[in-house]
């Protein structure tokens, strides 16, 4: 399945194709061989060997990262992994590089434009974003490498589809899709007016809710302008009216009520807690009586020394810093420390559900099952 082409897409020759088809193939042989194989290692070998020296298992994530640390098949497949990511964005980088000039044409703004965009230069970048390269993705999605530049939404929407090795769906939109198709399913009756889109970079999750709500009026917010402009030439070439704007997601110029339904797609595991919950409490100011929350939920909790080690590998080797503290975040808490009413809390599946896809499942009875969907209603 090859990514569909749309009029900002980066354009790749015969020789570059073929180093991204590489990349996207490394990825897939660290993610679903390599590394599935270090846990058998680890209990095939370095757990009786730590056992055998200190007679008992690891107490903690430090002390099984120690054993394995002895082990060369982890070490090896620790290089490789990080490795293949870095050799992911370089790969795309040069891609997006060599087309710069043509894609910041491109992607101006045109007078007769279905949506808008709207920047703000003088908005702060938060340390959180300005001090992490997330994804090991070059500059992050905020750093300007020309006037009008729009590098990092090009090196994301190109990146992504071979980072997901195409899992993602041929206009990188799968989660998007999946969620509003969840939402609608558990919502039937609702129809909002203004969808707004927290953290939306590319826009890529953000078309499809002009999808499912063609009547309503959509909006993404990110604080990142590279990953804005692109987002709004991508919508535009895609025929979809969305109004994109460079806003901190902890503090809009929206007015209070403004929205029937406030949403962030794979954002919170990019952000500190402190940030998440200012997040959750400016959605709740946001929106309007009766008005819906729906956020991804997060990474999976991770019980005991082992699980919590094999769960660390993003933090420690993908420059995912906040994934930790998200796995310890008590969302439901935070809803409603943000003033939502507790019994309106809601999830896409059972306390025990297994876990899909990264996100959570719930803590809650729900109409269905899901992907990993939580929120709140506000009254």
């Not at 991508?234 to 979809?240: H, I, Q, V, W």
């Amino acid at each position: 399945m090859l990514q569909t082409k749309h009029d900002i897409l980066p354009q790749e020759t015969h020789d570059e194709f073929s180093r991204e088809e590489f990349c996207g193939t490394l990825r897939r042989f660290f993610t679903e061989t390599l590394w599935p194989g270090t846990r058998d290692v680890y209990q095939a070998q370095q757990l009786p060997a730590f056992e055998h020296e200190n007679g008992r298992p690891p107490a903690h994530a430090r002390e099984v990262r120690s054993a394995m640390e002895n082990s060369f098949y982890f070490r090896a497949t620790n290089l490789l992994g990080r490795t293949a990511q870095e050799l992911l964005w370089d790969t795309v980088g040069e891609v997006v590089e060599r087309q710069l000039p043509d894609l910041i044409e491109k992607a101006a703004p045109k007078a007769e434009a279905l949506g808008s965009l709207t920047l703000n230069p003088d908005l702060p970048i938060p340390r959180y974003i300005d001090a992490v390269d997330i994804h090991v993705m070059p500059g992050n999605f905020h750093t300007e490498l020309s006037v009008d530049d729009v590098y990092a939404g090009a090196l994301y929407d190109r990146g992504v589809y071979y980072f997901a090795y195409g899992g993602m769906g041929p206009n990188n939109d799968l989660l998007g899709r999946l969620m509003s198709g969840w939402f609608k399913e558990e919502f039937p009756d609702f129809k909002p007016k203004r969808i707004l889109d927290m953290g939306c970079g590319n826009g890529v999750s953000t078309l499809p809710w002009k999808d499912a709500y063609p009547d309503a009026e959509v909006y993404g917010i990110d604080v990142a302008a590279p990953m804005l402009r692109y987002a709004h030439a991508r919508a535009e070439s895609f025929g979809k009216a969305i109004a994109f704007s460079q806003q901190d997601a902890t503090h809009t110029d929206f007015e209070d009520g403004s929205f029937d339904l406030v949403l962030s797609c794979l954002v919170t595991h990019e952000m500190p807690v402190h940030v998440t919950k200012a997040m959750f409490k400016e959605s709740h100011r946001l929106l309007a009586k009766g008005g819906v929350l729906l956020a991804d939920g997060g990474s999976a909790p991770a019980e005991g020394a082992e699980n919590e080690f094999f769960a660390s590998w993003f933090n420690n080797n993908n420059n995912e810093p906040f994934q930790t503290g998200l796995r310890r975040l008590d969302v439901q808490s935070a809803i409603v420390e943000a003033g939502f009413p507790a019994h309106e809390f809601f999830t896409s599946g059972e306390r025990d559900a297994p876990y899909l896809g990264g996100m959570r499942r719930g803590q809650k009875n729900s109409k269905g099952g899901g992907a990993g969907y939580l929120g709140s209603v506000k009254a």
